[in-house]
């Protein structure tokens, strides 16, 4: 499989081409309909536009709850396209990861359709697959959030962690590294959740993902001395606030600062 074949985290950094670049810009600011409008001319007749487009309206759902329609007519237009077993498997993850967020979030209750897309995905994509280690975490998030299996879960996130690392998707390791410092602080490791928390903040500052940014101070903040907590806790309220109260589940943490 060639990487234009379908989303590759190389293509969702500020590398790439120009249009992966201006995608990214407005992705990692929170406007993800713009950054989809962009791609709108190509998705129609290229499958990697199209489950790029997908992806980005999945995760403004995530960061919003909102647009679920938009992200559900964008991930059946993927889907109705003649796809190869790897754009499948794609497509299999994103629906699962919709899934997942409106379980979560409250939206409905979609867990079963969750676990099925994903184990779906799972079957199409090979192991060294570029889609596997962001397929490996989002069964580590059902796992922890939906299903109540730590251990299931750290597997899955260790798993798509060491990938991430060696494949050099920053994106995704700064999603792993955050997702395992929680299980360890949960299990009284702070000293271990404490660097994984600022390898966190650290990645997402690196690749300017400034919608990602405010959560990883908050976790931070949460295994730092009080002053510092302060701090951090301020300039997280100050971007949440700067990029329109985003994301939206951040604000009960937030709301004790004011």
Known sequence: MTDTAVPHPVLETASGTALDSAVWRLRSRGCWEDAAALLEPTAKDQPRSALLRARLLVERCMFTSQGWERAEEALRAAESMALTDEERGTAACERGYLAYTATLLRVRDRADEARAALGRAAALLAP???????????????????????????????????????????????????????????????????????????????????????????????????????????????????????????????????
């Open 128 to 258: 060294g697959s570029p889609g596997r280690p962001l397929l490996d975490f989002r069964r580590g998030l059902m796992a922890e959030h939906v299903s109540g299996n730590p251990q299931a879960a750290e597997t899955g996130y260790r798993r798509a962690h060491n990938e991430a690392l060696s494949r050099g998707d920053a994106l995704l390791s700064s999603y792993t590294w955050r997702h395992l410092a929680a299980l360890a602080l949960e299990n009284g490791e702070v000293a271990e959740a404490r660097h994984g928390f600022a390898e966190s903040l650290r990645l997402r500052e690196e690749l300017g993902f400034l919608v990602g940014i405010a959560p990883a101070l908050v976790a931070l903040a949460g295994v730092q001395p009080p002053q510092e907590a302060e701090r951090l806790r301020a300039e997280a309220t100050r971007l949440f606030r700067l990029l329109g109260e985003v994301p939206h589940w951040l604000a009960p943490q937030l709301a004790e600062v004011d």
